[in-house]
């Protein structure tokens, strides 16, 4: 089997270009299928300016190709990755089109957060080589790539997006089960569903409910995970607690409708500038800045650990 070292993406959103980003900074060859005027100029300077922000230089953001030519994005690929939006149906256009015009020993990978990939790859004949990478946001800061195995994933394309994925830095996860959400993302979700009912029920608002997290399990995630934590507290007093908070818990079946009235009154969160909270112009960046140097920091503890 061939190195890799070209890899295309399909997609130059927020996600497409920070993962080009990734690869470009360590020194694959790099090419960004966008069918969209402004956001294929633009791409080049979004992930220099992303790049000067981490402090490195802005030079590597030139040599990443950005074509409107699918067949010329993916011609020469080793490595394809979409990252488009999570819609089922531009999916399954998308892994359909890469099966036709992309090499036949390529990997064919989907950025998808929560669609399981069978569904994407119904019906096509190289399943095989098909396999999901979940990056999170910013893919540039967050090490994370949940790998996805798939019904028909081979172990051979496993094993070689697995190690591309480290050799770009990234710490990634071999998700065995093709379930919608696959790991982070239902642990996440399930804890806003419980944070949603709380709100919706009146026992806190919202901003007291994210000042709880932060200030307490949320500061421990990074070194401790919740089944680390069981097994330090002990399973017997887990055990006990979940005898109690279990049976109290959200059990929803569906989105809780107080999220549905938000979004039905137009209420959006940053987007209109009002969802649990209202948002000004500067709490918004001043959020966005707080998150962006939180990773950094933590970006760079992971680079001292590794030297």
């Known amino acids: 089997m061939s190195e890799i070292r070209n890899i295309a993406v399909i997609g130059g959103g927020f996600m497409g270009a920070g993962i080009a980003q990734v690869f470009v900074s360590f020194g694959y060859r790099v090419t960004v299928f966008e069918p969209v005027d402004a956001a294929r100029q633009s791409l080049r300077e979004r992930v ?130 093709d379930v919608p959400g696959f790991v982070a993302n239902r642990l996440q979700h399930a804890l806003w569903r419980e944070a949603i009912a709380m709100v919706a029920e009146g026992i806190c608002d919202a901003a007291t409910l994210d000042h709880c997290v932060k200030n307490s399990f949320g500061l421990r995630l990074a070194a401790l995970g919740p089944l680390e934590n069981a097994d330090m507290v002990g399973l017997d007093l887990t055990l006990d607690i979940h005898n109690t908070i279990i049976p109290e818990l959200d059990r929803s079946a569906g989105p809780n409708p107080y999220l549905e009235e938000q979004v039905n009154a137009g209420r959006l969160g940053f987007k209109s500038g009002e969802g649990f909270r209202s948002w000004t112009e500067a709490e918004k960046q001043a959020l966005h800045a707080e998150l962006a140097q939180h990773l950094l920091r933590s970006q760079r503890l992971r680079d001292e650990g590794r030297q």
């Open 48 to 177: 220099a300016s992303n790049l000067r922000m981490l402090g490195r230089s802005a030079s590597a953001a030139e040599e990443i190709v950005v074509t409107a030519d699918l067949e010329e994005a993916v011609g020469a690929a080793d490595y394809v990755t979409e990252a488009v939006p999570e819609r089922l149906e531009l999916k399954q256009s998308i892994f359909a089109d890469l099966e036709r015009v992309a090499p036949e020993t390529a990997i064919l990978a989907s950025n998808t957060s929560v669609i399981p990939i069978s569904r994407m790859t119904t019906g096509l004949e190289t399943a095989h080589r098909m396999v999901g990478t979940h990056w999170w946001n910013p893919p540039y800061l967050v090490p994370l790539v949940e790998v996805v195995q798939a019904e028909k994933t081979d172990d051979v394309t496993l094993a070689r997006t697995m190690a591309l994925l480290a050799s770009v830095g990234k710490e990634p996860a071999h998700v065995k089960k």
